[in-house]
């Protein structure tokens, strides 16, 4: 016997059902820290499971990234130090809204979120002074700074030209790829070593820091394969560095090839190489003994922050959200998974981990995320080589770059470009440049149809 009733049931419930066949869902990217926000904001939020007890040393932190430090001396004391050589007046400037910097745009701009790193090969005895780190070049120091207080010279000035490449996906749609040459020109410090190394890097986002550093130790080595046992063709070895705090070699985790051990040590390295100001862990002004001018600049007794203060950076950096992926439907989100695992994407961006304990801040433990890095180093080819090494790594190997917050940079900050120098426009031409180690999951890539390559850009937009 049908009643009425039924009847109510079943127009209820069809709608419902062909709704429901493509929900859209979301990812909590970054565990159960994972706020959900759609805005230009999205890398700016505390994690959602923030302690109360942590919020003033997270807005505190907050207004140290954000605000411009000036030259001493100045009217706002506790922001004294910028300089006198420098690349930006605030962490904010190169990490924009707390996400990626941009190259500079149209070749007027001076370079800022792209900066250069500097070293000489040196003798034994010179790297082991540096741990083993890069050596500093004679003059410049292990960092070019294009900017500097009154009365002090930049180091010099940054041009880019760019070279052309084109290629075809095997369906016969073409592309072109650029890549950038960067000169150095009114060297303010005589000319550089004819051995000189130099490495373009691209400011990162900033958030997520305090989850990767909460993912055990063993978790990350388990992942290399240093002399590819398995035959694959993908190898993948720690970085290891040197923890100046413990004063002892310690596993890399941050900055392009994985040079800085803690997100507390890669903050007040920033703020001494990038905006020049001194903390307990890097006391010295970033002169030069050739730089007089440097030298002789006014300066405050240092440190220019206090350990205190610097802690609140590092607590900021460590409790910034990764935001919730955006929406897709169950389909999509399958479909880009299943592609980048075939394509062997995963073996290098890494998918899950569960993070430990370790670590200072307890809302970042045993959090199940989803950064697709391993943290590791490859050898990406010729293309991608800075010929730079940096503590373990060669000038052939960068770090797997977490691909969390990727699509989402893009909203966030337009201008973004992608790799260590910005070379790559959209993620699909970083893919292209992948070589070396990276060369299999390249070709495979290029070997998919439009639409396959569509199915995995659009869920690499959705992180
Ligand atoms: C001049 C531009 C610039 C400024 C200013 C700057 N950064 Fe960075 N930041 C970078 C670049 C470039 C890297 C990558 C460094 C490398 O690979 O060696 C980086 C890396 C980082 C990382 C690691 C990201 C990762 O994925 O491993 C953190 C954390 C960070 N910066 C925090 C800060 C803080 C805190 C400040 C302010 C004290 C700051 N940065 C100021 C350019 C900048
Ligand atoms: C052998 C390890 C490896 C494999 C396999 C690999 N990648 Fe990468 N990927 C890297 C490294 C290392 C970089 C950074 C290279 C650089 O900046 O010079 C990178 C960079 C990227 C970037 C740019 C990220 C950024 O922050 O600028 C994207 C996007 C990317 N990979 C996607 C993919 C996809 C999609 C696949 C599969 C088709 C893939 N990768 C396969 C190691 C790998
Ligand atoms: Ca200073
Ligand atoms: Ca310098
Ligand atoms: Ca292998």
């Known amino acids: 016997m049908f009643r009425p009733s039924s009847w109510i049931l079943i127009l209820l419930f069809a709608p419902l059902s062909v709704w429901g066949q493509d929900k859209r869902l979301t990812q909590k990217l970054g565990g159960e ?246 903390s307990p862990v890097f006391p010295h002004q970033n002169c030069e003994p050739a730089q007089k001018d440097c030298l002789a600049a006014k300066a405050k007794s240092t440190p220019e922050i206090s350990q205190s203060d610097l802690q609140k950076v590092s607590a900021y950096m460590h409790l910034l959200t990764v935001p919730q992926s955006q929406a897709l439907t169950e389909g999509q989100i399958k479909t880009g998974q299943r592609l980048l695992r075939e394509l062997t994407c995963t073996k290098c961006h890494v998918e899950t981990y569960r993070t430990g304990t370790g670590t200072e801040f307890a809302e970042n433990h045993n959090q199940i995320i989803h950064p697709y890095t391993d943290l590791l180093l490859h050898d990406m080819g010729d293309d991608l080589a800075d010929g730079r090494p940096d503590f373990e790594a060669s000038g052939r190997e960068w770090r797997t770059p977490p691909l969390w917050g990727l699509g989402r940079s893009r909203k966030v900050n337009p201008q973004t470009r992608f790799l260590h120098d910005g070379r790559a426009r959209t993620p699909e031409e970083a893919i292209l440049w992948h070589g070396g180690e990276g060369e299999g999951a390249r070709e495979k890539y290029k070997a998919l149809d439009q639409s396959q390559r569509d199915q995995l850009l659009t869920y690499l937009e959705s992180l």
Not at 40 to 50: E, K, M, Q, Y
Not at 98 to 115: C, Q, S, T
Not at 244 to 257: P, S
């Open 33 to 278: 820290g994972s706020v959900r926000s759609d805005s230009l904001d999205a890398f700016s939020f505390p994690v959602r499971n923030i302690k109360s007890a942590n919020r003033k040393d997270f807005m505190v932190g907050k207004s140290f990234f954000r605000q411009n430090w000036v030259s001493f001396p100045a009217s706002v004391e506790s922001l004294e130090g910028l300089g006198p050589l420098f690349i930006a007046q605030s962490c904010i400037a190169c990490h924009e809204r707390d996400g990626r910097g941009r190259p500079a745009v149209d070749g007027k701009e001076e370079f800022r979120a792209l900066l250069f790193r500097l070293s000489i090969p040196g003798s034994k005895e010179q790297q082991a002074r540096f741990h083993g780190g890069p050596v500093p070049v004679p003059n410049y120091g292990d960092q070019l700074q294009n900017f500097a207080i009154p009365g002090v010279k930049p180091e010099a000035k940054v041009r880019a030209s760019f070279t052309e490449t084109s290629g075809s996906f095997a369906d016969g749609i073409t592309y072109t790829l650029q890549k950038p040459v960067f000169r150095f020109e009114d060297l303010a410090y005589g000319p550089f070593p004819k051995d000189v190394m130099v490495s373009p890097r691209l400011a990162p986002g900033a958030f997520g820091m305090g989850l990767l550093e909460a993912i055990d130790e063993k978790d990350i080595l388990k992942n290399a394969d240093p002399d590819d046992l398995d035959g694959d063709g993908i190898s993948g070895r720690p970085n290891f560095t040197w923890d100046e705090r413990a004063q002892k070699r310690a596993l890399g985790r941050f900055g392009w090839k994985a040079n800085q051990p803690t997100v507390l040590q890669q903050t007040a390295a920033a703020f001494n190489g990038d905006m020049g100001v001194t």
